[in-house]
């Protein structure tokens, strides 16, 4: 069986995963409260036992956000090598896959619990940002070319942390791209009877098919769950078959 992805989010009636495009949503003072406000947040990653979970750099910094400008301080052929310190992999039990080949997250916090930070980047990733992402013992892979190859990064992944299913808990764009790539086996939405209202808010897929030039993407429904806090729990095949099933 290869690896299944299952993309997970928490979104409004209207589809927003977030208040506003320049604050991420875990430091906007707005969103948290509409979240919290008498709904059970369903942890996606304990209900599927997952032991890697997929982000993209947009949860974390603002969309307009640059790349950190750091003086290597190691020899750039060096930094081009997967960086996995034994001694921070052995530690932990649960990897937070961040696809960041632009080199925009300042991590000054690395792990929270079981869970520590890994950065997916591209050999186009300034040679700085690696360096910096090694003083601050955070691994990463090497995974493409010009930017993350998120097909190699995925299968990297499974490699590395011995594992056949990765939830992605990312925004819009990289569950978009996941979708248009075809390595998304599953969809699972927790949908909050409210609606936020503002069409400039990120949605839970975005830049999937613009001008339609193929068929909107269809899914299967495999299981729909009303729950206590008036929220459904909504899970969809997305009608791909897993990675490496094919092969």
């Not at 591209?122 to 360096?131: C, E």
Request: a negative charge.
């Amino acid at each position: 069986m290869g690896l299944r992805v299952i993309t997970s989010n928490t979104m409004t009636l209207d589809g927003r995963i977030a208040a506003s495009p320049s604050v991420p949503s875990w430091q906007d003072e707005r969103w948290r409260p509409i979240l919290e406000a008498g709904f059970q947040l369903i942890d996606f990653a304990d209900l599927h036992g997952a032991s890697v979970i997929l982000e993209g750099s947009n949860s974390f910094v603002a969309r307009g956000a640059g790349g950190i400008d750091v003086i290597p301080s190691a020899p750039e052929g060096e930094l081009y090598e997967d960086y996995l310190p034994t001694q921070v992999i052995s530690r932990f039990k649960r990897w937070m896959a961040v696809v960041d080949s632009r080199g925009r997250v300042a991590w000054q916090h690395t792990h929270q619990d079981d869970t520590h930070v890994l950065a997916l980047v591209s050999r186009r990733t300034s040679a700085g940002y690696l360096a910096f992402l090694r003083e601050r013992e955070v691994p990463y892979l090497v995974v493409g070319e010009d930017r993350v190859d998120l097909d190699l990064a995925l299968r990297r992944l499974c490699e590395t942390f011995d594992t056949k299913l990765i939830v992605s808990t990312a925004g819009g764009i990289l569950n978009g791209a996941l979708l248009r790539a075809g390595l998304v086996g599953e969809v699972d939405l927790q949908v909050l009877p409210i609606v936020l209202g503002n069409g400039e808010a990120p949605s839970v897929f975005e830049g999937y098919n613009p001008d339609f030039a193929v068929p909107p993407y269809r899914l299967s429904l495999l299981e729909r769950q009303a729950r206590a806090d008036g929220s459904l729990l909504l899970r969809f095949a997305a009608g791909r078959a897993p990675i490496g099933t094919h092969e």
